[in-house]
C-alpha cells in the first residue's frame, strides 16, 4: 500500500517537491582556505600533479590511480588484503588499492612480509575525492585535520581549512602507496622540480595541452600559478587541493532540479528522493546538499579489534569504530564501497542499510532495518545511481577530463618475455616494472630466487636476442649485437639483488627501446649459470 501512496505522491505532488527541494540550494563553488584561493592555473598545475607517475618510485603510481573521476573519485582496482595475520581468505580480510612493491632505501624491491614482491595492497578502500573539499578532517578515520604544515619546517602554512592540502602530500612518502622507503621531502621537492611534466601520460585534456604549451617544464608552471618558480612542498600540496577543488559534481539532475528545472528527475528519481527523505531514512546521515553531515559512525562492520577507525586517532572511548560518513554524490560511480571495500555496487549497500547494518558493536543507534519493498528500493537505488550522479563525470568530461595514465596501458609484468632458465638450485625472477623515463635518478631492475650470494651481469641492449641464442646453457634474451652493457651483480644471502640505474635526461633517446635480463651464478662450487626471463623497456 506504501508504494501505491508514493506513487502517486509522485504524479501528483511533483510540484510540492520541487518546491521543498528549491530550499535546498544546488551546490556551489568548494570552498578553499584564504591562503590557497582556487585559480585556472593553479587548478591546471594541480591537474597535471595529480596524475604524475613519475612522482612514485616506480612510475607506475599517481594521485589519480587510486582517485579515478570516472569511478565517483575512487579506485576501481579492488584487491583483496590479507590483514594483520598475514592469510588471505581469513575473517581480517579487507580490500584496498594496489600501491607499489616495497622498496628498500637503496631502491631495489625487497619482500614484503604480507605481500612478497607484489604490489602492496592498503588496509582500506580508497575514500572518494569527489567531496573531499567540505571535509575539515580526510581519510575514513579524519586522521588529516585542516591546518597544513610545511613539512620540512613545521611552519604552519594554512591554519584552517586545509585538509586537502594537508592530505595531499602524504602519499607522496607512503612506502604502500608512492615512494621507497626512507624517501625524504626533499628528495620529493627536487623530483618535480626536475621532471618533464607528464612524460608518461597520453591522450592529455586540451585544458593540459594548453597550460605545457605556455610552459613545459614545472618550474614555469609554478611561476604561472604562484607568481615565481620556486617548487616548494607547500606550493605542491596546494595545487593539488586547487585542481581538486575545480572538479565539483555540482550538475547531478538532483541540482537541476533543486535549481527549479523542469523534469530534471524523472517520476521514478522523485520517488527514489521522497524515500531518501523519508522511510529509508538516508537523509539522516546524508543531508540533501552536500549529501552528508561529515560525522564518523559505527556500522558495525567489522570487530573494533580488527579496525579501531576513528577512536585510534582521538583516543575517545565512544569514537572506537567510528568511520566517516562520505557522500552520496557520484557514489554510485564507485566499484567499491564502505571502508573495508567490502561492496561492489550500490545495491549491495542500500541492501546492507535495509537490513540494518553490520552485526559487530559498537554499532549507531540509526541503525535499524527499514521496511523497504522491492519497488521502494529500485526508485531509491535510480535516484542514487542517476539523480546523485554528475554526467560530465561518467563521461570524462571537463572537469572530469583526464590524460590516459602509463599504467593503464602498460599493466605491471606485461613487458616481460620468454622463459627463465633454472641452474644452481635457482629460477632467478627478473623485477623489472619500474619505467626508464628520462632523468629518472633510480630506475631499478631487481631479482630475486636467484642463487643464494651468487654474481653474475646484468644485461641492457637495445634489442631482444633472436630466438635459439644460448650462452652457458642460459637461453639469451638480450641482443649482443646490441648489447649496451653487462654490469655485475651480486645477490644477498636470499637470493635477492639488482642493480639501480640513473636514466640520463637526453631527449634524442625518447623512443629508445631496451631489453634486459640478468645471468646469474653460484659464488662457490661449480659454476651453473641461469637466468631470468627478459624484460622490454622504452625510454620515455
Sequence with gaps: MRSLRLLALAAAGTLAIAHGAAAQAPLGPAPAPAGNPTTPAKAVLGKILFYEEQLSDNGRVACATCHLPEFGGGDPRRRRSPGDDGVLFTSDDTWGSPGLERIDATGLPRADARFGYDEQITDRASPSVAMAAWFAELLWDG?????????????????????????????????????????????????????????????????????????????????????????????IAMALAAYQRSAVPNQTPWDLHAAGVPNALTAQQLQGLQLYQGDARCDVCHPLGLFTDGSFRALGLVPVAQDPGRGAVTGIPEDFGRFKTPSVRNAALKTTFLHNGRFTTMAQVVNFYVNGGGTFTPRDSELQPLGLDQQEIVALLDFLENGLVDPRARLRLPPFDRPTLFAETNPRGANLFGAATAGGGASPVLLGSSV???????????????????????????????????????????????????????????GRGGLVLPVPLLPEFAGLPLAAQALLTPSTGPQAWSGTRGAAFTLR
Design 143 to 235: 586522521s588529516r585535520d585542516g591546518t597544513l604544515r610545511d613539512p620540512e619546517t613545521n611552519a604552519v602554512v594554512l591554519p584552517t581549512g586545509a585538509a586537502l592540502e594537508n592530505q595531499s602530500l602524504h602519499p607522496l612518502r607512503s612506502d604502500v602507496e608512492m615512494a621507497r622507503e626512507g624517501r625524504s621531502w626533499a628528495q620529493i621537492r627536487q623530483r618535480v622540480a626536475t621532471l618533464r611534466p607528464l612524460a608518461l601520460a597520453t591522450n592529455l585534456p586540451p585544458d593540459v595541452q594548453q597550460a605545457l604549451a605556455a610552459n613545459p617544464a614545472y618550474p614555469g608552471l609554478f611561476t604561472a600559478a604562484f607568481g615565481d618558480p620556486a617548487v616548494t612542498l607547500p606550493r
Design 436 to 494: 626508464p623515463w628520462l632523468g629518472n635518478p633510480e630506475w631499478a631492475l631487481g631479482v630475486h630466487a636467484g642463487p643464494p650470494a651468487g654474481i653474475g651481469l646484468m644485461l641492457l641492449g637495445v634489442l631482444p636476442a633472436p630466438p635459439g641464442v644460448v650462452v652457458q646453457g642460459v637461453q639469451l634474451h638480450v641482443d649482443p649485437a646490441t648489447l649496451l652493457f653487462a654490469v655485475p651483480v651480486s645477490l644477498d644471502a636470499t
